[in-house]
């Protein structure tokens, strides 16, 4: 039997950790046809099938299950042995991988990535933008972002960006209408447009004054999982909603929108950036980590060595 390259080895590696042909082709940077023809070969050569394949999905097979578990780890010190290489370049090479909900990717990341890449110009920045709570391991991502009270406890995390702050907003004329609510609790007798997560659960409105936090469970005709939906709903006079302060800013600015209950203002959370605790961190998350950092130091502070 000829011996499978490490290239074929990590072909099969990166389409049953993604369990896709297209997504596994994108990050390999081959095309679709030539990834399925490399696969079948390898089989071929092994004489087991390792790959189960429909019109929709691919998926190991048991073999193909026990193989990825092997492979994993020694694929992983490869990567970590070619990526300590990058200590002695002026600029890291490679693809640093980022999953961050999709507020996350436009209000914090976003603003970052032209500076990181001009200060990285060997260095590619991938972007998925996804609400959903994804295992950034098992998905090849480097590193993800979330709020600090999602973290998993064997993550080191790193403080991303400012404080988010929350508002309730309403259209002048639903205000006119309706009336102000004077307290979270008169949320009751209003129309609230609400947040859907990914896995189906409505959010509660969240609340904060003099120490006193409320979570309030609202009601509405609307139920959305995209800020700027909401955004334009209560611009239209749908009812209130419970959004970024940025994803409302142009229309506040404008008075097409006010805010309410600025007395309760919601809490502020603030995103982190956080990655696997390992030995080698790769290059260039490291040099991501470095970038924030330095934004976080007053004026003219060096940053400290990583």
């Known amino acids: 039997m000829d011996r499978p390259s490490l290239a074929d080895l990590q072909a099969f590696a990166t389409v049953a950790r993604l369990r896709s042909f297209r997504r596994a082709a994108s990050e390999l940077h081959v095309s679709p046809s030539a990834l399925s023809h490399t696969l079948r070969s390898l089989e071929t050569r092994l004489g087991v099938r390792l790959l189960n394949r429909t019109t929709r999905s691919v998926a190991p097979t048991e073999a193909g299950l026990r193989l990825l578990a092997r492979l994993s780890p020694t694929l992983r010190e490869i990567d970590e042995a070619l990526d300590e290489i990058n200590n002695f370049r002026d600029s890291p090479l490679g693809t640093l991988r980022l999953n961050a909900p999709r507020a996350a990717a436009e209000y914090v990341l976003a603003p970052l990535a032209t500076r990181f890449l001009l200060e990285n110009p060997g260095l590619r920045l991938e ?37 988010q702050r929350f508002v309730v907003v309403g259209s002048p004329a639903y205000l006119a209408k309706h009336g102000v609510p004077a307290s979270p ?64 800013a142009a229309a506040l600015a404008a008075g097409r929108l006010v805010t309410v209950l600025d007395d309760w203002r919601p809490a502020e959370a603030g995103f982190f950036l956080y990655y696997p605790s390992r030995r080698l961190v790769p290059a260039g998350l ?10 976080e130091l007053p004026p003219g502070q060096p940053a400290e060595g990583n």
């Open 127 to 163: 972007i998925v933008a996804d609400d959903n709570l994804v295992d950034i391991v098992a998905a090849g991502f480097d590193a993800g972002v979330r709020f600090g009270e999602r973290l998993a406890l064997d993550m080191v995390a790193v403080p991303l960006g400012p404080p």
């Open 185 to 248: 609790q008169a949320l009751s007798g209003h129309r609230c447009i609400r947040i859907r997560f990914p896995n189906g659960s409505i959010y509660r409105w969240e609340f904060a004054r003099a120490g006193e936090r409320l979570e309030v469970e609202v009601e509405g005709p609307l139920a959305v999982g995209e800020m700027p939906l909401m955004v334009r709903a209560a611009e239209d006079g749908l009812g209130l909603a419970y959004v970024y302060h940025q994803a409302a």
């Open 286 to 295: 490291r040099a991501f980590i470095a970038l924030i950092r330095q934004d």
